[in-house]
C-alpha cells in the first residue's frame, strides 16, 4: 500500500445510526457514501472530519463491514467531538485512512492474549476484540480487563457480558468506584485497573497483551503486566498524541523520533521504555 | 576555469530579464526598517544586495503562514483547492536559505508529498546569492552554491560570478548570455564552519546533553513567545484549522504555522499535556532540529542562518549545548 498524501480529500459518509452509550459517549455508525468495504487493522485509525468543525482522529470501534459501515465510538471532548454530538442521523462527514499501524494481530496467534482497556480506550480494543473472536481458535486464550471510572460510564458492558457467556471470552470488570447511588454493580470489582492483574501469572514466551486507555493507564499498569510475565516486546499500546496531519508530517505527535500517527499509534512497550516522554 | 561574470552594471537590465520567469521578490527594507522578503518592482531601486539575514524567511512563499488546503460545501463535499500558484522569482537567497528550502523540498515532497506545496515550489525560480557571515552565522557554505540554486550570483570585486545547479538554470543562463562576460576570476575559497560540523556529529551520534544544566537555565528565561521557530527557515510544523461558514452550508480548512515552544502544543483532547513545562518543549525543539523526526531522522535541520540566535529576547542559543559537550569531551 503506498503511502497517503499528506492533504488528500476525505472520504464522503454519512450517519446511520446513533446509539448513546453514556451521558457524554455515543456510538456512531457511518455509511461511506460508496458503499465499499473500508478495509483497515484493529488499532488503526482514521480522521474524521466533522464539516464546519475539523478533524480529530478515532479508531474504528468494530472490523472492517463489506458495506461500507463504520462505527466510531466517540466522547464529547472538544471542538469536533461537540459538533459531532450535534450531528443527526444523514449528517455528512467524512474520513482519511486508514492511518497508523495497527496491532500486530498475526503476532497473537498460540498465545495467551490479554485486552487492557481503560474507559474510552475500549473503543479500539473492542476492534481487536472482535477480530480476535472471529479467529478464536488461532490463539490459545482471551482475556479482557476492563476498567471505567464508574459503573454508569461503563461501556457495551451487556455485549461483553454476553459474548462472555458463550464461553470464548474471559472478562473481568471493575470500577475505580460505585456510584453516589450506591446500587450494587454484580460480577464487577472494585478498584484501578492494575488490581485486576495482581497475581496474575502468565508464560512469558505464549502471552501478549493489548493496552488501550488514558495516559495514566500505562504508567500504572506496565510493571504488573512485566511481573505477571508478559515480556516487554509483547506488550502492545496504543498511544494518543495530538496527530493533526496523521501521515507524519505536522509534527505534533512526536515520540522521541518516532511519530504516533504514522510508527504508531500501537507501539511495543520495549521501543518506548527508554524514551523520554513517551508514557 | 573560465566562467560567467555579471558586471555591477548590468544588474539592473539582468534583474529585468528574469521577470520573464515570474514577478521579482527579493531581500528589501519596510519603512519600519525590517529586512524582509517582498515585492521588487523598481529593478535595482530597493533590493538589499548586502543584507544580512530576512526576519522572516522565504519559507512563507512555500507553506504561507495560512493557507487554505480543503474547501466544503454541502453539494460537493470536500475538494482540493484549485487555481495556480503564483510564478515567483526569489532574487538573492543566501546558502543558507536555499539549504532551508531544500529541507522542506525533502519534508513536503518526500513519501508523503503534498500537491498544494509541489505547485507553490515549481512556480518558483531560485536565484542565489553568496553572503559574508556575521556573528550570529555559521553555514556550511556562504559562498557556494547549494544544489537547488536555478541560478547563483557570487559576489566579487566589480560584479558577480554566475553559476547554475539545475537544468531550468542552464536554459535561463543561455537566455542571459548578452549580458554576462567570460572571465577567468577565481571563486574565493571555501569556508570552513567548525559548528556545521558539531551539529552533523550530533545528528549522527544522537546525542542530547540530558544532563546539561543549560535546559533548566534555558526554560528558565524563556518566554515562550516562539520568535525561534517562526524565524527558522526549515520549522515547518502546522495546526490545521476549519472554519464553518454562518450559513452552515460552506466551510474552510485551513494549515497554519503552528509553533512546539507553545503550550498547547502538546495537548490533547480532554485537556492532557505531553509537553507541559518549558524545558520539555525545548527537548522537542531540539530533537527536531539537530537530531530530526521520522524519515528525516539523522539529518539536521538547522542550516546555520543565526535568525534565531539574533531575535530570541532573552538570548537563548541552543548552540551552547554543543559547545558544552566539547569541554565534556576535552
Known amino acids: ?279 | 576555469m573560465e566562467q560567467h561574470f555579471l558586471a555591477d552594471n548590468a544588474l539592473g537590465q539582468f534583474l529585468d530579464c528574469l521577470t520573464q520567469y515570474g514577478a521579482l521578490h527579493g531581500p528589501t527594507r519596510t519603512s519600519d526598517g525590517v529586512d524582509v522578503f517582498g515585492p521588487i518592482q523598481a529593478g535595482i531601486e530597493g533590493l538589499l544586495l548586502d543584507y544580512r539575514r530576512t526576519l522572516i524567511p522565504p519559507k512563507k512563499y512555500l507553506i504561507p503562514p495560512r493557507q487554505t488546503i480543503l474547501n466544503y460545501a454541502t453539494a460537493t463535499g470536500y475538494t482540493l483547492p484549485t487555481g495556480p500558484a503564483p510564478q515567483l522569482v526569489l532574487f538573492g537567497v543566501h546558502p543558507c536559505d536555499l539549504q532551508g528550502i531544500d529541507y522542506l523540498d525533502r519534508v513536503f515532497m518526500g513519501d508523503r508529498p503534498d500537491q498544494l506545496y509541489r505547485r507553490y515550489r515549481d512556480a518558483i525560480t531560485l536565484v542565489g546569492l553568496s553572503c559574508e557571515p556575521d556573528a550570529f552565522c555559521f553555514c556550511a557554505s556562504p559562498v557556494k552554491a547549494p544544489h537547488n540554486a536555478d541560478l547563483f550570483l557570487q559576489r566579487i570585486e566589480h560584479g558577480f560570478l554566475v553559476s547554475t545547479e539545475t537544468s531550468k538554470g542552464k536554459r535561463m543562463l543561455a537566455g542571459l548570455e548578452p549580458l554576462l562576460t567570460k572571465t577567468e576570476a577565481a571563486p574565493p575559497p571555501p569556508v570552513e564552519s567548525r559548528m556545521m560540523s558539531r551539529l552533523n556529529d550530533v545528528a549522527v551520534t544522537g546525542r542530547t546533553f540530558p544532563d546539561s544544566p543549560l535546559w533548566e537555565s534555558f526554560a528558565a528565561r524563556c518566554l515562550s513567545c516562539g520568535a525561534c521557530s517562526v524565524c527558522c527557515p526549515t520549522c515547518y510544523c502546522f495546526d490545521v484549522l476549519e472554519n464553518g461558514a454562518l450559513d452552515e452550508m460552506t466551510a474552510d480548512r485551513l494549515r497554519e504555522w503552528d509553533n512546539c515552544l507553545f503550550r498547547a502544543h502538546g495537548e490533547v483532547a480532554g485537556g492532557h499535556n505531553f509537553r507541559p513545562t518549558r524545558r520539555e518543549r525545548f527537548h522537542y525543539r531540539y530533537l527536531h532540529k539537530y537530531l530530526g523526526f521520522g524519515a528525516l531522522a539523522g539529518v539536521p535541520a538547522c542550516v546555520g542562518c543565526g535568525r534565531c540566535r539574533e531575535v530570541c529576547p532573552v538570548a537563548i542559543d541552543l548552540t551552547e549545548l554543543f559547545a558544552e559537550g566539547d569541554d565534556v569531551c576535552a
Open chain 1, 1 to 279: 500500500m503506498s503511502a497517503p498524501e499528506l492533504n488528500s480529500v476525505p472520504i464522503p459518509a454519512r450517519i446511520q445510526t446513533i446509539r448513546q452509550l453514556t451521558a457524554d459517549t455515543s456510538l456512531f455508525r457511518l455509511q461511506l457514501d460508496d458503499d465499499k468495504a473500508f478495509p483497515f487493522i484493529p488499532g488503526q485509525f482514521i480522521q474524521l472530519s466533522v464539516p464546519g468543525g475539523g478533524e480529530v482522529p478515532i479508531s474504528p470501534a468494530d472490523l472492517p463491514a463489506e458495506d461500507g459501515t463504520m462505527e466510531l465510538c466517540v466522547r464529547r471532548f472538544g471542538h469536533v467531538t461537540s459538533l459531532l454530538h450535534q450531528s443527526r442521523v444523514g449528517d455528512r462527514l467524512g474520513i482519511r485512512g486508514p492511518l497508523g499501524n495497527g496491532f500486530p494481530v498475526d503476532e497473537m496467534a498460540g498465545k495467551d492474549v490479554l485486552l487492557l482497556a481503560g474507559g474510552l480506550g475500549i473503543a479500539p480494543l473492542r476492534s481487536l476484540l472482535f477480530h480476535l473472536l472471529r479467529h478464536r481458535s488461532d490463539i490459545r486464550s482471551l482475556t479482557l480487563m476492563y476498567g471505567a471510572r464508574e459503573p454508569a460510564v461503563m461501556l457495551f458492558k451487556d455485549e461483553l457480558l454476553d459474548l462472555a457467556a458463550t464461553g470464548s471470552l474471559r472478562l473481568l470488570l471493575t470500577v475505580d468506584f460505585l456510584s453516589d447511588t450506591g446500587q450494587e454493580e454484580p460480577a464487577c470489582n472494585v478498584g484501578l485497573l492494575p488490581t485486576l492483574l495482581k497475581g496474575v501469572r502468565l508464560e512469558s514466551s505464549l502471552s501478549c497483551a493489548a493496552v488501550c486507555g488514558p495516559p495514566a493507564l500505562y504508567r500504572c499498569t506496565i510493571d504488573e503486566l512485566l511481573q505477571a510475565g508478559v515480556a516487554g516486546d509483547d506488550i502492545y499500546l496504543s498511544l494518543e498524541r495530538r496527530m493533526k496531519c496523521g501521515v507524519g508530517i505536522c509534527c505534533h505527535c512526536a515520540i522521541g523520533q518516532l511519530f504516533c500517527c504514522c510508527d504508531g499509534p500501537v507501539f511495543r512497550y520495549r521501543d518506548i521504555k527508554d524514551i523520554p516522554g513517551a508514557l
